[in-house]
């Protein structure tokens, strides 16, 4: 597909771009080329490949979701990743403002 520099013009108006002119040649050529190999991989016989979502088949790995009582947990083991507590708190930094 051939690309000129009306269509990079155009392109970057929508985007709120400018270019110098230098830029917007380079981005012509570039343009041209990622477009050649757009139509590169069109030219690709693919009427004999099932339509996928995505290109891994991987399937759903499951674990046993293990139950742990209450009575075996203690403070410290609970609180032993937090990063700041304050007795029996989480300290957390402040997220919003509020002004009365």
């Given amino acids: 597909m051939k690309i000129s520099k009306k269509d990079v013009d155009y392109v970057a108006a929508l985007a709120r ?5 230098k830029e917007e040649e ?53 609180f032993k990743n937090a990063p700041a507590k304050d007795g029996m708190f989480f300290k957390v930094e402040k997220v919003m403002d509020i002004e009365d």
């Fill in 26 to 78: 380079k981005l012509t050529e570039q343009l041209a080329s990622i477009l050649g190999y757009v139509d590169k991989i069109k030219e690709v016989d693919t009427s004999k490949i099932e339509p996928t979502s995505h290109g891994f088949l991987g399937e759903n790995v499951w674990r046993e979701d293990t139950v742990v009582k209450s009575s075996e947990q203690t403070i410290e083991s609970i």
């Fill in 17 to 21: 771009l400018e270019f110098e002119q």
